[in-house]
């Protein structure tokens, strides 16, 4: 006992300046900490099993001496039955050690986690956000804690448990960076990218980021992935940015493995939608609110799985009340929805209300639209107002959109362009929000701004770039119409097809359109199912109308095909309760196909869908496009 008392005292009581952050020697509580930062830190515990309990007693033997203390030895304590970390039971552990039992610094950073954090980020829906600024403090001004000092940062940088401060913020990453925590150097970037305290300059985000993850800070490569994926900073490379998701989700990093599925659903990637929808699954049922939330979209769209409105509410329920508030608020919409089965409109505004105290930009907005309509709250156009701009001025492209629109449209406000312009602009290039820079675009393609064409293009451009789903439409408009450009149907296709995986679901039906309408290249009649399927399931009652008679070109082309290639075979209608009046409509051998009767009696060649024809010398024809059924065109 006396050994274990000398021990701590050495460790973790000796007096420490308050001035500075110390450089952490002891590399059993660093690669604790690392450990911790992958498993514990965020909601999704990938390392699991053997695997999982390897790693643990790896780092437990690294103590000096038996009777030092080490927390990783008492892993099993927040092992839950799966076998993997369970982030709550981790908390109430680490609580203990870090004010009532040792007041270790590694196990107040973890407790702050568990308290201030939500997804691996700060979040004012956590359990505790000021308990978790109190544990990152005493570890980090009492006990000169390099990491503690980080996480400080954290909270200060997202204004969650204290006021916003990005100075705060800056210095504090900077002291921890000093102490060779390296994962505060890179947060650093988050700043830069906000223009938080510092000036804003997206290299500098970008070259941090880098580093981070050169230095194999997981959440540093997820960061990076997301500059390569909206192009800040850095040319615009998703595919890249999958790579880079894939290391950090190999790296045992959850939120990672999570975008490595939303990737793929967004069209980025050679998993089917299936596999990805199957991800979110397993994430979900590992306990990430993220993953859940999306998986509740997913069964809203019929994307993955079938269409399951009443699975969706209760997986948004069920991640609503784990204090995820992005699905408070898609819950909130789906309440509102009078077209929803579990419709309840007095609910909806209430789960707004509480969102929006949150903190949530998108439940404010959303409250503030129906304060400005009047619909299902009392009209309150000042309350409207307010809650844009207070949106906006915590940084929030939505809110910064809405003020934007509120300038340009002078319904709430007097109308004035230009700060209009102002607003769009912040929310454009300062904030990253594709719908301000879609917004902005639009007014430069009407001539209310001037700048021309070109800049309303650029504009459009940056916000589909930014995921924007709208954005990327108007953008399919144009070169599909060839306004503004030269018309380009297979990059009209693209857009239309980037925004489909953002769940549009018009820009699902309009990439389907042209397909059938053969204005695409290498894209056959089978191509355009699967994206009239995903308008018709997001309730596009006119793409349920038109893929009818494409199923059926389809399927009877599939039977054409299957004619020519066993070489011979009879066509013929099929009637069980009068066999005697079946006839015989046509004949295939080889690739030669003969009418029986009706008015296109004859013989034709015949080639596969896609493929090039000829016409023999015998004046038989060949279709390149369904050509045992349709002329290009005309219907027989």
């Known amino acids: 006992m006396r050994v274990l008392l000398l021990f701590l005292s050495f460790f973790f009581l000796t007096p420490m300046s308050a001035q500075a952050a110390h450089k952490d020697t002891w590399k059993g509580r660093i690669a604790a900490l690392k450990l911790f930062r992958s498993d514990i830190i965020s909601s999704i515990a990938v390392l699991e099993g053997e695997a999982r309990k390897k790693e643990y007693r790896r780092i437990c033997k690294m103590r000096p001496k038996k009777s030092a203390y080490l927390p990783t030895c008492e892993y099993k304590d927040w092992t839950g039955e799966d076998n993997r970390s369970v982030p709550s039971k981790a908390g109430e552990f680490f609580e203990i050690r870090c004010r009532n039992k040792y007041k270790e610094p590694l196990s107040c950073t973890v407790s702050g ?43 200060y940088a997202a204004g969650v448990g204290v006021e916003q401060d990005g100075i705060k913020a800056k210095d504090l990453y900077e002291e921890a960076c000093k102490a060779n925590d390296t994962y505060g150097c ?25 580093k981070g993850c050169q230095q194999n800070h997981m959440q540093a490569c997820v960061d990076l992935a997301d500059l390569y994926e909206r192009g800040i900073g850095v040319a615009k490379d998703a595919s890249y940015s999958l790579l880079l998701q894939e290391k950090a989700c190999k790296g045992n ?37 993220r993953s859940c939330y999306s998986l509740a979209n997913l069964y809203a769209k019929g994307r993955g799985f079938e269409k399951n409105i009443e699975q969706a509410t209760e997986l948004l329920e069920k991640t609503c009340d784990g204090r995820y508030i992005p699905a408070c608020a898609q819950l909130a919409e789906f309440k509102l929805d009078s077209m929803n ?14 969102s929006c105290k949150a903190d949530d930009p998108s439940a404010c907005v959303q409250l503030a639209s129906l304060l400005e309509s009047g619909s299902y709250v009392s009209f309150d156009p000042q309350m409207a107002v307010d809650l844009y701009m207070n949106t906006c ?46 917004e902005l675009g639009v007014l430069y393609l009407k001539g209310t701004l001037p700048g021309g064409n070109a800049e309303g293009i650029k504009l459009l451009s940056k916000g589909c770039d930014l995921n924007y789903e709208r954005s990327c439409r108007l953008l399919g408009d144009i070169y599909r119409k060839g306004v503004y450009v030269a018309q380009n149907n297979n990059r009209a296709f693209k857009l239309y097809t980037q925004s489909c ?6 820009s699902c039906l309009l990439a389907a359109q042209l397909i059938i309408e053969d204005k695409v290249e290498n894209k056959l009649l089978k191509d355009s199912l699967p994206l009239f399927e995903r308008a018709c399931s997001g309730n596009r009652k006119d793409a349920c109308e038109q893929v009818k008679p494409v199923w059926f070109k389809h399927k009877f082309g599939r039977i054409i095909e299957n004619g020519m290639a066993s070489k011979r075979c009879v066509i013929s209608t099929f009637n069980e309760e009068d066999p005697a009046a079946n006839k015989t409509l046509a004949k295939i051998n080889g690739n030669s196909f003969q009418i029986i009767k009706g008015k296109n009696k004859g013989t034709y ?32």
């Open 393 to 438: 001025g915590k940084k929030q492209g939505l809110g910064c959109r809405a003020m934007g629109r509120l300038y340009q449209e002078g319904t709430l406000i007097k109308k004035n362009i230009r700060l209009s312009k102002k607003y769009y602009e912040n929310g454009c290039e300062t904030l990253f929000d594709g719908g301000s820079c879609a």
């Open 186 to 210: 890179y947060r650093k970037g988050h700043l830069y990218l906000k223009g938080l305290g510092v000036e804003l300059n997206q290299l500098k985000a970008f070259r941090l980021f880098e």
């Open 605 to 636: 060649k015949a080639v596969p869908q896609g493929q090039s024809f000829e016409e023999d010398s015998n004046g038989a024809r060949g279709f390149s496009y369904w050509a045992m059924i349709e002329k290009k065109g005309k219907q027989y």
């Open 113 to 155: 986690w568990s308290k201030g954090f939500v997804a691996g980020h700060p979040s004012n829906s956590a359990n505790d956000p000021i308990g978790a600024v109190e544990d990152f403090r005493f570890a980090c001004e009492d006990r000169n804690y390099a990491a503690a000092c980080t996480h400080l940062g954290d909270m």
């Open 501 to 506: 995986n953002q769940n549009d679901d018009h």
């Open 253 to 289: 990093h959850g939120e990672a493995c999570y975008n490595v599925a939303r990737l793929n659903l967004s069209g980025i990637g050679n998993l089917s939608e299936q596999v990805a929808s199957i991800m979110y699954d397993n994430l979900c049922g590992r306990g990430d609110h």
């Open 341 to 354: 089965p579990f419709s309840d409109p007095a609910a909806g505004v209430k789960l707004l209300q509480s």
